[in-house]
């Protein structure tokens, strides 16, 4: 997924000969300077890790605001006739101080937070909403854009400048440029609560995590695990001081890891449990009432600009344009899925009996057992796989090869680059021309002081007009690897490297003239395509010949088990898919609330709703449950999960043009740059999608590909 930055209408002042360069020596900032101030003079202006300290981002926030309301201030106040440039461009360069500093808090915040951290979000983010608010609100400012809008069949734009003021203009009217000022009070006053209340769900959830993983003190309870496992659960309790036990911590969806492999079913359930009710103790970290009051003033939020609901409200300028779209997408797959459910649970079942066990199947069986029916059908064992996938290896001869091999490019380890923990990675990306694209931060292991989930963001936004190429980063949370082990992940793991490099690629490619347009800045239900498209090449036969190899031995993967994995692509869709569609169901139930609807109890809404989907939720719960749905609560997905799947179709019709069309070539490649990676929002989706695949969007694929239609349906 991608991450928004804490406040993204503006970009960055740029050196435009730094991105191009070798490593330069970093000057020294002046006394007492904030290193925020001014641009970096590192490499493509990436952040001054090595200088900037948690009292830093207060101050630089404070300072960024100020000096940009003052620039919007003289925007809003200049007595010429408003013009393209003195109004629109004027706003893309105001802000550079406050960009910077936002843009590097967010990712540190969310991959590496303390205590100071955060209680600088908890300060900063009813200041930032109120500022967002003081932009957006500005009736001066505002009619500058319309009247622009206005005339804009006279202007002589070209492409991008149409678009850009069209997108001003929509984004003023979405943020209540229109209402009066009794009701752009009442919005102020929403949208610093909702601010507030969305942080304090995210410090709640991260606490909850870190307090819900499974304490474990007999090594025996943990058997089926695997000897790294075990290791890394002793390692991660010696670093909490359990010493002599073992602490599984959660990850933030509702299944966890352990739960295929665990032998003792007691020990399953404690951790499925944990993992169901994290944020649901009762305690100072249980997030019900929070999400019961922002699912309220998001409805009122919602009434006051004019919409039924927050869903109508979120979906007006996405892809599918209104919920009504993007549930009857959904409910298209329900009788398939529903049926494959209830083939799978059956199945499963009656290999609970096989194995000589008399249980009524739960969720947490479900992925133990699914486990040796996969063995049994494909004679698959996931446990098999995991040498051959050692991260170092995928990512530099997995993930880096396949861009090679569709986009030319290469790229260069860079350990000159200050990091904000020492896991991190960084990598020069280098284009087939030789040109630096811009820079490639990896932060790939689990912490407690990491948000639950893999993402993708930007610590610089690609602009033209401030010179500014991009800086990357990828954020996943898999489990660290003892001391001396190698960190082996799983096919899932290698999937979810390659989904978080393909947002990477949509933000290095873009090619914009405005940051606002510019690479992945574009609607929830597009900017997950480019990522689910790349997904595909994991398991791409040229791709994962190069590096599936065995960690030990070198050799590669067999040519039977890659066989095994391909024919077991579509196993367990049931509940693969089915957990996904049950949790962006609850997201658009939640958002459908009207403004008149009471608070919500949140364990009667979130069993209603469930009702609701027609699936089999009792064995295949959702991927998120709404306590710990971080996405939809604190991470800009409100009402816009669906976009998963609604692009999962994008990514597999595109696909399949890549299959009729000759498949892994620089071509074929350089077509899909052209027409999807590099575009940004320069065009409207619809257009742009159609122009590339050469009609609208077919759901057949995606469910061929899922194994839930027949080839040629």
């Known amino acids: 997924m991608t991450r928004t930055v804490l406040l993204g209408t503006v970009g960055a002042l740029a050196l435009a000969t730094l991105a191009a360069t ?13 290193p925020f101030a001014a641009a970096s003079t590192l490499p493509f202006e990436a952040p001054r890790f090595d200088i900037i300290k948690d009292t ?9 605001m100020k000096i940009q309301l003052a620039e919007i201030k003289k925007i809003a106040d200049n007595p010429a006739a408003p013009t393209f440039d003195n109004t629109l461009v004027a706003m893309e360069k105001s802000g550079r101080m406050l960009d910077r500093v936002g843009q590097t808090f967010s990712g540190v915040v969310q991959a590496n937070t303390n205590d100071a951290l955060d209680e600088v979000q908890t300060t900063v983010s009813p200041l930032l909403a109120q500022h967002n608010d003081a932009i957006y609100l500005n009736d001066k400012l505002f009619q500058r854009v319309k009247a622009l809008y206005d005339k804009r069949d006279g202007l002589k734009l070209n492409p991008e400048q149409a678009q850009l003021l069209k997108v001003y203009y929509q984004q003023f009217i979405h943020a209540g440029a229109m209402l009066n000022d009794a009701d752009k009070a009442t919005l102020r006053d929403l949208n610093t609560k909702l601010s507030s209340l969305e942080t304090a769900f995210q410090q709640k959830l991260v606490a909850a995590a870190k307090e819900g993983g499974l304490v474990v003190d007999d090594k025996a309870k943990l058997a089926g695990m695997g000897d790294g496992a075990i290791a890394a659960a002793a390692e991660a309790a010696k670093g909490r001081k359990l010493e002599g036990k073992y602490l599984v911590p959660l990850q933030n969806t509702t299944q966890q890891p352990a739960l295929s492999s665990l032998d003792d079913r007691a020990t399953r359930q404690a951790l499925f449990e944990r993992s169901w009710t994290r944020a649901e103790k009762g305690d100072a970290n249980d997030t019900r009432a929070t999400i019961s009051d922002i699912a309220h003033l998001r409805a009122q939020k919602a009434k006051l600009l004019g919409f039924p609901n ?25 009788p398939a899925l529903a049926a494959e459910q209830k083939r799978e649970a059956a199945e499963i079942q009656a290999q609970i009996k ?15 057992y699914a486990e040796q029916v996969r063995k049994a059908k494909y004679d698959l064992d996931e446990g098999a796989l995991k040498p051959y996938f050692e991260l170092h290896t995928v990512l530099e001869e997995g993930v880096f090869y396949a861009a090679n091999q569709l986009y030319g490019l290469t790229f260069k380890r860079r350990t000159d680059i200050p990091v904000y923990q020492p896991d991190v990675l960084v990598y020069e990306v280098i284009d087939k021309d030789g040109s630096s694209l811009g820079l490639m931060y990896f932060d790939y292991f689990k912490r407690d002081n990491k948000s639950g989930g893999a ?3 930007n610590f610089v936004q690609q602009s033209k007009l401030l010179g500014t190429k991009p800086v990357v980063y990828n954020v996943c949370n898999f489990t660290k690897p003892a001391p001396g082990q190698p960190a082996l992940i799983s096919f899932s793991d290698v999937t979810t490297m390659f989904h978080e490099f393909g947002h ?33 090449w994991a398991l791409d036969p040229k791709v994962l010949a190069h590096y599936a190899k065995n960690y030990q031995t070198g050799q590669a993967m067999p040519a039977d088990l890659v066989e095994k994995i391909k024919k077991a692509a579509t196993f367990n869709q049931g509940y693969a898919l089915g957990e996904v569609v049950a949790a962006a169901m609850l997201d658009l139930e939640w958002h459908s609330l009207p403004a008149d609807a009471p608070k919500q109890d949140v364990d009667t809404f979130e069993k209603e709703a469930l009702a609701k989907t027609g699936l089999d939720v009792d064995d295949v719960p959702p991927r998120y449950r709404s306590s710990y749905f971080l996405h939809i609560w604190g991470n800009g997905y409100a009402a816009g999960y669906y976009a998963y799947l609604w692009t999962e179709m994008l990514d597999d019709d595109s696909y399949a043009w890549f299959k009729e069309h000759g498949g892994l ?4 490649g350089e077509r899909f740059r052209q027409m999807i990676l590099s575009k940004g929002h320069t065009e409207d989706y619809g257009p742009m999608f159609r122009a590339f695949y050469g009609k609208d969007p077919d759901i057949a694929p995606m469910l061929q590909n899922r194994g839930l239609a027949p080839e040629g349906k």
């Open 22 to 34: 070798p490593a330069l020596a970093a000057k020294p900032a002046a006394a007492g300077a904030n």
């Open 56 to 64: 830093d981002y207060l101050p630089a926030f404070k300072e960024g």
């Open 310 to 334: 927050y869903a109508a409200y979120v979906l007006a300028d996405q892809m599918a344009v209104t919920p009504e779209a993007a549930e009857g997408f959904m409910k298209r797959m329900v």
């Open 354 to 368: 096989k194995d000589g066990q008399d249980f009524a199947l739960k969720p947490w069986d479900w992925d133990k």
């Open 455 to 457: 993402w993708m963001s």
């Open 504 to 536: 990477a690629l949509h933000g290095l490619f873009a090619n914009q003239t405005y940051e606002t347009l510019s690479g992945t800045n574009v609607a929830r239900d597009f900017v997950e395509f480019p990522s689910q498209f790349n997904e595909h």
């Open 665 to 668: 070539t620089r071509e074929n």
